[in-house]
């Protein structure tokens, strides 16, 4: 009767317009919700010419939905467990945006592949949990290294940062990933992660054919005035015969005392971007938050690959954010990207024209 319970409160909360969190808790269980209404539009110079690197243009509009539950095994011992999925809106009522591609092979038979892009699972994992000896956990969820990387991920609105380090979804267990088994404990200050992530037959990369095994640790210490240094390590190990492991590593130094917020990340891949492709990348970020609900956040991403001694810089813009928060819940945002790569032909990277974004943001 209490499952019962529990699960009628959860879609009760789902339909509302109810903020609290917790939607069931007992001495045995507890469940949590949590979500995201976004509302973004890109501003920026489109090109008609395929040579043209053009900036982000258009609607950036999701919704973002979560539930974390634990339960009660024995003594400190739960079992927890957590699911957080995105549906992509985009800038129409279409139920859903299904694009297949078909492809004729050597005897001339047709094979039909399809991907619907508006929706995500981003987390789905569960596990053990004790207050004397950590966490573990198995399923999709954020790699080790993630737990210093994290620390620049902060822009303001979506879309922008987290573009300099190499790490990300889906690429060598770094960033969220599926496969992953995760143990992660918290003594004091100190916060320690590894995670390994099992070889599966997904793509995760363009420069391989299936979702290669990685494995990475990291290590952080927070001072009681909200100063933190962090360190982290990933292997990813390429099966594909002739490719070196991509290996990156990353130190970061943080301070956060909740009005003030500035973070510094530097990495460093060897064979990560690809086999033979080293780089280097830089995230910093400095941020206020004033008393009366007004932020400002200010993000700067560099990254340099080397190739065989040919040094390219692949990523460089930072971009300047401020926001006005009405409650805990709702604010309204405005970031400008300026880009450091402006009109250079020569450059890899996925937009170099500057472009700005304005969103509207619901968080509960």
């Known amino acids: ?53 053009s900036a982000k243009v258009g609607a950036n509009q999701f919704i973002r939905f979560g539930v974390k539950a634990d339960s009660a095994i024995s003594g400190t011992l739960k079992a927890v467990g957590q699911y957080e999925a995105q549906f992509n809106i985009g800038d129409s009522e279409k139920i859903n945006n299904v694009s297949c591609t078909t492809t004729e092979a050597t005897d001339g038979t047709h094979s039909t592949t399809c991907q619907d892009d508006k929706i995500r699972t981003r987390l789905a994992f569960a596990g053990l949990k004790s207050e004397s000896w950590g966490q573990v956990t198995f399923g999709r969820q954020k790699g080790a290294i993630s737990q210093i990387a994290d620390w620049t991920d902060v822009a303001l609105s ?37 995670s390994y992530k099992f070889d599966g037959n997904t793509t995760e990369e363009k420069t391989s054919s299936s979702a290669d095994a990685a494995y990475g640790i990291s290590a952080s210490y927070t001072l009681e005035n909200g100063l933190g240094f962090g360190a982290g390590y990933n292997v990813g190990q390429r099966d594909k ?33 690809a086999t033979g492709t080293d780089h280097t990348g830089w995230e910093a970020a400095l941020g206020y938050n004033f008393a009366n609900g007004f932020g400002l956040m200010a993000v700067y991403d560099k990254q340099e690959s080397d190739k065989a001694g040919t040094k390219t810089d692949t990523v460089d813009y930072y971009t300047l954010g401020a926001q006005y928060k009405f409650n805990k819940s709702l604010r309204v945002i405005g970031e400008y990207r300026i880009q450091g790569l402006e009109g250079k032909s020569d450059s890899s990277a996925e937009a170099v024209e500057n472009d700005y974004q304005l969103a509207a943001r619901y968080d509960f």
């Open 1 to 53: 009767m209490k499952k019962l319970t529990a699960v009628a409160v959860a879609l009760l909360a789902a339909t509302s317009a109810a903020q609290a969190a917790e939607v069931y808790k007992n001495e045995q269980m507890a469940l949590d919700m949590y979500g995201r209404i976004y509302a973004g539009q890109f501003f920026g110079e489109k090109k008609n010419h395929s040579e043209d690197y």
């Open 158 to 194: 979506d879309g922008y940062g987290a573009d300099a380090l190499g790490h990300g979804a889906d690429k060598f267990g770094t960033g969220r990933s599926s496969d992953l088994l995760k143990y992660s404990a918290t003594f004091g200050g100190f916060k320690g992660e590894a």
């Open 241 to 273: 015969a002739g490719e070196n492991d991509a290996k990156l590593a990353i130190v970061g130094v943080m301070f956060d005392n909740k009005s003030l917020y500035a973070a510094l990340n530097y990495a460093d891949g060897t064979d990560y971007l």
